[in-house]
T-cell receptor
């Protein structure tokens, strides 16, 4: 079957660094996506990995290891506005994205 | 730039009533279009996707249906709503042109079935 696992909740303080892990088992692999979703709002696209390694976008970075079926999203210099759910999604063999249930991150001052 | 609209934003419907949710995309041609549902405590579930007018693929058997009457219009319907249809319905689009094919979400419709 196809499965995506993420921690349910994480907490961190302002200015800190947090790493959100994602492991996946899918039929085929054509890329891994990270989305941010604030409460009551739609998901917004953060990053995409298709090759192994680290992709950096400002305060956010995403890492992929295809052999391990593993990715992480790294958030640096945390701000209160980073409190949100972070969704890991994988495109398998088809068009559809398979989403994990999301990790709710709470940032405190 | 591209924008995606959904309406209504919120909806409260009785069990057994019909449903019609609409999604439109501006600023692009021949996009791939998607309907997702997000129920409380669950991940995003793909319901339907479309790669062109009149072309609909269903991912999950249910009492919902989808139609794409125009290139940039995607409609989600039901003849008789169930309590389990409550949730946050999200429409998304992607360019469908390259391997990345990132999906971008609309603002969503929050449906409560009573």
């Amino acid at each position: 079957g196809q499965n995506i696992d993420q921690p349910t909740e994480m907490t961190a303080t302002e200015g800190a660094i947090v790493q959100i892990n994602c492991t996946y088992q899918t039929s085929g692999f054509n890329g891994l996506f990270w989305y941010q979703q604030h409460a009551g709002e739609a998901p917004t696209f953060l990053s995409y990995n298709v090759l192994d390694g680290l992709e950096e976008k400002g305060r956010f970075s995403s890492f992929l290891s295809r052999s391990k079926g593993y990715s992480y999203l790294l958030l640096k210099e945390l701000q209160m506005k980073d409190s949100a759910s972070y969704l890991c999604a994988v495109r398998g063999a088809g068009t559809a994205l398979i989403f994990g249930k999301g990790t709710t991150l709470s940032v405190s001052s | 730039s591209q924008t995606i609209h959904q309406w209504p934003a919120t909806l409260v419907q009785p069990v057994g009533s019909p449903l019609s949710l609409e999604c439109t995309v501006e600023g692009t041609s021949n996009p791939n279009l998607y309907w997702y549902r997000q129920a409380a405590g669950r991940g995003l579930q793909l319901l339907f996707y479309s790669v062109g007018i009149g072309q609909i693929s269903s991912e999950v058997p249910q009492n919902l249906s989808a139609s794409r009457p125009q290139d940039r219009q995607f409609i989600l319907s039901s003849k008789k709503l169930l309590l389990s249809d409550s949730g946050f319905y999200l429409c998304a689009w992607s360019p469908g042109l390259d391997v990345v094919d990132t999906q971008y979400f609309g603002p969503g419709t929050r449906l409560t079935v009573l």
